[in-house]
């Protein structure tokens, strides 16, 4: 294979983000970053060959509010910044369930979590079959909770690898993976795996 082949060819990634959290507003200063690969600081290109590993971490720091847990609600990318436009990939829904390894048998997960306000996961490149390499926007719904709430169906961050698995090991959580967990925002749950 050439490294001329499409296949190969780098796809620039932008990211946006939305955070969503019940109740009166509260000052928060969330960070969402493509990570280098030792997780140690943010990766200065936004460029990936298909099928590297993407690393990408969300945070919140609440500063004068209650210590709280972040949870990706839904991920989805798309060919421009209009998140409803088409073709569109959910590769994170239904409240937090990592379907991109489900579908495409990738190595896409959810990491284990080392602090509650901070969710890592890592997302192989891929490319739009109609794209010619443009770039590809991600657009993430965040949602924040109590750190000392528990898991459950509405906030989890589950990952597929020969059945489904917690970040946080509450196992009990992603039981509705395969189903609805719950009311669903803009995105509805693909039926397609995720492909729109």
Known sequence: MSLSTPSLLPTPLRHLLVLRLPGP???LLVFNAIIKADWSYQRPSYTYFLGGVINIEASVKQYNHVP???????????????????????????????????????????????QVDKIQFQLEA??????????????????????????????????????WFAADGNDQVWGCCDSTCGPDGEFAASPYGGLV
């Open 25 to 27: 507003m509260v000052q």
């Open 68 to 114: 709280l847990r972040v949870f990706v609600d839904r991920r989805v990318a798309t060919q421009a910044p209009d998140v409803n436009s088409l073709p569109r990939y959910s590769f994170i829904e239904n409240n937090g369930c990592f379907v991109d390894a489900k579908t495409t048998a990738s190595s896409s997960r959810f990491m284990p979590r080392s």
């Open 126 to 163: 891929f490319m739009f079959q109609e794209g010619n390499s443009p770039p590809i926007y991600i657009t993430c719904i965040l949602k924040a909770t109590i750190a000392s709430a528990p898991s459950d169906a509405q906030r989890k961050s589950c990952s597929f690898a020969n059945g």
